[in-house]
């Protein structure tokens, strides 16, 4: 091993040793992931009033959310890529946390469908990076026992904490107040004070081996990709990714209209109910994660996407009180819990260090594409034309078929590998 390598292998042990640093770390991505959902899912809440006001049609609906998912799927696989080319992911990580928050203050500005979904393809391109690179400096920071458990904290805690438990309270009464346009410049503001932070607080990670550096810099990206998927398990987390990213962006998009179009909820309770999903997911950023950490990832996986189905079901059916409805959503929705493990952890735990951020992004990347990008508009067509229930149908489609595939991943639970080893 060369000096610069052991130098490299150093300062890496000693970030893993540091565990202050690690919880700072993981504290402020997981707040800067927070706060970019909190932009992003902030049209989806407020659609309600932006709806009617624009004159939209469901299926215009279903393509704002789609140009978000397309921009942002492009910009993940290239800023990835050139983080990992050029070993300084903190840079861009605070230079997308800047451009992001402008993008939702150009949201407010919006006074056409046109307007508004330029809009949203702009911010795609500014927020893209952040996940993937977030992701990638968490793994490599982390001990590898803790690391399900701090990559599921990084991604789902601050973005359900604040992109769906505190985003459609806020906003919905904000808007409600000071009109729609007036929200969305409030959603800007928090992320000029994130980026500070990560300035201030946030180490650029340790330098790669230089034989790592090397090959990051001269493998061609054709090259890299099919590397990436040369692995099973990259080739399942990437359709996973497709089915779940799915599972989100149709139930943001189509859940607040069906609650207060179809089932007479007022926009205030449409608010609380939505804003149980965003409880759900940030217990179950430590729940489920943490658990995958012991008990594998592929049962935890299992088990969580069969409980997705509640969520669609008692939307549909369900007629008791706001609370027991409340009760459900918040069961339903702890399949966000596993969007990190097999977006982040199993593609880290898959994939050589060299590729990690690469392939991190080319999974969420699929995520947003081929989930983000087709089925809101999917499911607006089909809700234009039998109804707004037809995405509730949708999503447990979705789940089922998360399920079956969830049974052909090879393990990567650094425990459960040990115990199968000593066995």
């Not at 150093?10 to 991505?29: C, F, K, S």
């Not at 009033?49 to 290239?78: C, E, H, M, R, Y």
């Not at 759900?280 to 592929?298: C, E, N």
């Not at 199993?346 to 983000?372: C, K, N, R």
Request: hydrophobic share 55%; glycine share 10%; net charge positive.
């Amino acid at each position: 091993m060369s000096t610069i390598e052991k130098t490299a292998s150093g300062e890496a042990g000693a970030q893993r040793g540091d565990v202050r640093y690690q919880t700072l770390l993981v504290t402020l991505l997981s707040l800067n992931f927070g706060i970019l959902f909190f932009d992003r899912n902030a049209l989806n809440f407020l659609m309600p009033f932006v709806k009617p006001d624009l004159g939209l049609s469901n299926t215009q609906v279903g393509l704002t959310a789609s140009a978000l998912s397309f921009a942002w799927a492009i910009s993940a696989l290239f800023v990835g890529a050139a983080a990992d080319r050029s070993g300084k992911r903190k840079i861009f990580l605070i230079g997308s946390t800047l451009a992001f928050s402008v993008c939702s203050v150009l949201s407010g500005l919006a006074a056409s469908f046109a307007m508004l979904i330029g809009a949203r393809l702009l911010m795609g391109v500014a927020e893209g990076g952040v996940a993937p690179i977030s992701q990638s400096m968490t793994a490599v920071a982390v001990s590898p026992e803790r690391r399900g458990l701090a990559m599921g904290v990084m991604q789902n805690f601050g973005s359900n904490l604040l992109g769906s438990f505190v985003a459609p309270v806020l906003l919905v009464g904000f808007a409600t107040t000071f009109g729609w346009h007036h929200a969305f410049f409030l959603a800007g503001i928090p992320g000029l004070v994130s980026a500070l932070l990560l300035w201030r607080f946030v180490k650029e990670p340790p330098p790669a081996p230089a034989k790592t550096q090397h090959l990051a810099a001269t493998t061609g990206m054709y090259t890299r990709v099919t590397e990436i998927f040369a692995y099973r398990n990259m080739v399942l987390s990437a359709i996973c990714a497709v089915l779940f990213v799915s599972y989100l962006v149709v139930t943001w998009a189509f859940m607040p209209l069906y609650l207060t179009q179809i089932r007479g909820y007022d926009p205030e309770t449409m608010s609380w109910l939505m804003g149980t999903l965003g409880i759900s997911a940030t217990i179950g950023s430590f729940v489920v994660p943490g658990l995958s950490d012991t008990l594998g990832r592929k049962p935890v996986i299992l088990v969580v996407a069969l409980l997705g189905v509640i969520l669609p079901l008692s939307a549909l059916y369900f007629h008791g009180s706001v609370w027991l409805m409340a009760g459900l959503f918040f069961v339903g929705w702890a399949l966000t819990g596993t969007m990190p493990i097999f977006m982040g952890t199993i593609p880290s735990e898959t994939v050589p260090h060299h590729h990690m951020t690469t392939a991190v992004a080319l999974v969420m990347g699929a995520g947003e594409i081929l989930g983000g990008v087709f089925s809101p508009t999917i499911a607006g067509w089909a809700a234009d034309r039998a109804g707004l229930g037809a995405p509730l149908w949708i999503l447990m489609g979705l789940c089922l078929t998360v399920a079956v595939l969830s049974l052909f991943l090879h393990e990567t639970a650094p425990i459960k590998l040990a115990k199968k080893s000593a066995a």
